[in-house]
Every structure is written in structure tokens, then in C-alpha cells.
């Protein structure tokens, strides 16, 4: 699990009510990730982390086969989803417990979380 800290606690503990949040601009309302101290787009250091919707959308898959965890049981996919907010907001992260075949770029996704402690993480499947 990451290290919490000031700059990413927003993201791996704000799932506690069940929202995903990431980091907007107050100015030109872009979302980014992972965590900057201004935005990239217009230079604003007005940014603080936001709600989101949590639904996007599958850009590309693979299967990892290659057990680099012990307590984590292979194989699993491992997709990259862009969310539907303003960004491109792009997250890497796994889909447990969906066949291989299933998730195919274009598939629609929304955002539930395992919790470990007090880190809850953000994973995806199919809506
Ligand atoms: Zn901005």
C-alpha cells in the first residue's frame, strides 16, 4: 500500500464515502493526476482535490501473469481508464473478479474501492 501523505491522501482515503477525487483547477476547471502544485494547462496554483463522478471509459488492457506481490493472486488485468471529466484524467489500476474478454478498449467503467486499513483503493468495473 502507498505512504499517505499531504499530497496524496486525498486520493487513496477519500474513497471512505465512497467518491473518487482528484486534483482540479479553481481556474480553468481541468482535472489532473497524480498530485501537482499548479495547473499544467494555465499556470493556476489555485488547485485543490474534487469529487468526480467516476465513470470513464477502458483505454487499453493486459493480463499480468507475473506474480510481483505474494498476497496478490495472478492473473489479473491491469487497464488504463480515462475518466469522463475534464483532463484527459488517466488512472492505471486493476479489475479484479472480470474476465479477460470482457474488458475491451471503449468499455464503459465506474469506480468502487477495496479497502485496506484506512487506504481505499480505487479500482474499476464494467457499468
Ligand atoms: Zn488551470
Known amino acids: 500500500m502507498p505512504a499517505i501523505n499531504d499530497m496524496n491522501g486525498y486520493f487513496w482515503c477519500g474513497g471512505a464515502d465512497g467518491v473518487l477525487h482528484i486534483m482540479k483547477c479553481g481556474d480553468c476547471s ?6 501537482q502544485s499548479c495547473c499544467s494547462a494555465c ?3 489555485n488547485v485543490a482535490p474534487a469529487p468526480v463522478s467516476g465513470f470513464g471509459k477502458v ?3 493486459t493480463i499480468n501473469h507475473q506474480p510481483w506481490f ?3 493472486p495472478v492473473p489479473y488485468i491491469v ?10 484524467v488517466r488512472l492505471l489500476t486493476n479489475m479484479f473478479g472480470e474476465s479477460v474478454d470482457s474488458i475491451v478498449p471503449g468499455l464503459r467503467v465506474s469506480v468502487h ?4 486499513g484506512d487506504i481505499f483503493v480505487p479500482l474499476f468495473r464494467p457499468v
Open 30 to 35: 481541468l482535472y489532473f493526476h497524480p498530485y
Open 43 to 45: 499556470l493556476s496554483a
Open 59 to 61: 483505454l487499453s488492457s
Open 70 to 72: 505474494p498476497h496478490v
Open 79 to 88: 487497464a488504463l481508464v480515462e475518466l469522463d471529466e475534464k483532463g484527459p
Open 113 to 116: 474501492f477495496e479497502q485496506h
